[in-house]
């Protein structure tokens, strides 16, 4: 059974339709990245799993529909989002935007926040500076840690290279690498830069338009030359 | 000397009322962004009904609490049926609401109680004439202590909440960033009447302890506090809950001095536009108050 399995999932903003049918599965213990132009709706798929967005269609997670459970619900399920952008609570202290990351958990967090601090040594040292005053590969190394506080099972990426020095991106990807490998947590990774992810992803699916236009392994899309000339300029 | 004093020890018991009602101005705006213009007619409304229930025969510590929780229940019903609706919409609107609401809850007050005989809201504390103590060479009235003292012991609890909860950091992370508070699974629609909620019971409290100094409960009861709340959130900074309690006490403190020694120049007819001239100054100078944040975003 798949972790994640979206069927025909239309959806948008308002009366504006930016998916218009998507169908995709993550396998437990799986990364799988989704690669497309600005616009081809990456974001809005991600949106659409994590409830942050009106969706049609199915979407469920360990076989429980999960396509009109609202945002709040979801994390609780298992799914965490890093948004596009960070989306840190800038006033905040580093340490307070972990704890705010572990709101939906009834147990004890501050062995995980020793624990993130380990794997990001940056944000330890930085721990009761406001989240505003990080660089922004620290902001987006705060902003994975958070997602992580709450346990899920499947993690939401929407490109965390964004804006970020090639050195610090590899860096945040040897992490989710390591996560994936070392504890199976499932990664769902939206990136613009392709050859990146196509090193660390499993599977991909392509996205033009609101659409899947190709699927397959990365071995299968690395070596596609048509998908090669389209998306990895060569 | 003496006088000086008189009206510091003054300034600071009206001040802490002020605090109080600014305070509530500063969570709903840190909540939503927005700014209740109804916050002085809410906190009206309950002391009346505070004075109610103490009428039908609750003791008035029972009232009082019983005031707050309507005032809790107000704020939070106005903003599950009425902002959270209309600002989907159209945020200006919200700011329509909030002077229909200042409107139509003044009315319904004047309407409900206006014709009966002139209410006097009893005070929590001792308030004979003769209840004070002399200190410095100045009168200090045990009411105006205990107001004093109530005023700044809530707001205490309030910062606790606000530093040491997992509730307060789930209304810092909502008022930081809604978006991602959805995402680590914060139900911000709860947060958020809550926190309209608060500003409620709060200002219930405060209009119930300024009501029993002023003598008759009229619905013009918090025009004035409300000028002076408005005044304190401006130059304390409307994201800054610290900001607007020195703020409060700062206003009330200066109102006093001013009143009382440019009798002539300022005097009682003024006192409000020290407050208004204190708005203009801040919004023109430092638009973001003494205390508030200047939003930086890095990249």
Redesign the interface.
């Known amino acids: 059974m798949s972790l994640l399995a979206m069927r025909d999932v239309r959806a948008g903003y308002g009366p504006l339709e930016v998916l218009h049918g998507i169908s995709l599965d993550v396998e437990p213990g799986e990364i799988v990245v989704i690669l497309g132009a600005n616009g081809a709706g990456k974001t809005t798929t991600m949106r659409a799993v ?1 409830g ?1 967005i009106g969706r049609q269609g199915q979407v469920t997670f360990e076989g429980a529909d999960i396509s009109s459970t609202s ?3 979801i ?2 399920l298992g799914i ?2 890093v ?1 596009q952008g960070r ?6 202290t580093v340490e ?1 935007n972990l ?3 572990a ?2 958990r009834r147990d004890a967090v501050d062995a995980d926040i020793d624990r993130w601090y380990e794997v990001f040594p940056r944000l330890a040292e930085r721990r009761s500076q406001r989240a ?5 590969g620290e ?1 987006q190394m705060l902003a994975i840690a ?2 992580l ?2 346990k899920p099972k499947l993690l939401l990426c929407d490109e965390p290279s964004l ?1 970020l020095a090639p050195l610090i991106t590899q860096e945040l990807f040897e992490v989710l690498k390591k996560l994936n490998a070392d504890e199976g947590l499932s990664i769902l990774l939206v990136e613009q830069n392709a050859n990146l992810a196509l090193k660390v992803a499993h599977r991909v699916y392509l996205l033009e338009t609101g659409n899947v236009v190709a699927s397959g392994t990365a071995a299968e899309i690395s070596s596609d030359d048509s998908i090669r000339k389209a998306y990895l300029g060569a | 000397m003496d006088r000086f004093f008189q009206y510091v020890f003054d300034g600071l018991s009206f001040g802490a009322i002020y605090a109080l009602l600014a305070l509530g101005l500063v969570v709903v705006f840190r909540g939503t962004g927005h700014l209740n213009f109804a916050q002085g007619e809410m906190a009206m409304f309950c002391t009346f009904l505070t004075w109610q229930y103490n009428s039908w025969g609750a003791p008035l510590v029972v009232a009082v609490l019983l005031g707050m929780l309507t005032g809790f229940a107000l704020g939070a019903g106005t903003e599950v049926t009425l902002i959270r609706n209309v600002a989907k919409k159209s945020e200006a609107g919200v700011f329509v609401v909030s002077i229909a609401l200042f409107l139509g809850l003044n009315s319904l007050a004047a309407m409900i109680w206006g014709n009966l005989p002139p209410e006097q809201m009893p005070s929590l504390f001792p308030d004979q004439p003769a209840d004070f103590a002399r200190i410095f060479g100045a009168v200090w009235r045990y009411e105006y202590m205990g107001i004093l003292l109530v005023a700044l012991v809530l707001m205490g609890l309030l910062f606790l909440l606000f530093s040491k909860t ?1 509730f307060g ?2 209304m ?2 909502v ?3 809604p ?10 629609g709860v947060v958020l009447a809550s926190s309209w909620g608060i500003a409620g019971a709060m200002g219930a409290l405060a209009g119930t302890m300024f009501g029993a100094t002023t003598g008759e409960l009229t619905s013009g009861l918090m025009f004035s506090v409300f000028i002076y709340a408005a005044a304190s959130a401006t130059l304390g900074g409307f994201d800054s809950p610290g900001g607007a309690v020195i703020a409060g006490l700062s206003i009330g403190v200066g109102e006093q001095l001013a009143a009382g020694y440019a009798p002539g120049w300022i005097g009682q007819e003024l006192r409000l536009g020290v407050a208004l001239m204190t708005i203009f100054v801040v919004l023109l100078f430092k638009p973001s108050g003494l205390f508030g ?1 200047v ?5």
Not at chain 1, 87 to 92: I, K, P
Not at chain 1, 132 to 136: D, E, M, N, P, W
Not at chain 2, 295 to 299: A, D, L, P
């Open positions: 994590s942050m945002a709040e619900k994390v609780r965490a989002q948004p989306g840190t609570f800038a006033e905040l307070d704890r705010s990351g709101y939906v505003g005053s990080l660089s922004g902001q958070r997602a506080m709450s804006g | 997992k950091l789930a810092r992370s008022a930081s960033n978006e991602s508070a959805r995402l680590v699974g914060i139900p911000s944040s939003k930086v975003q890095r990249v």
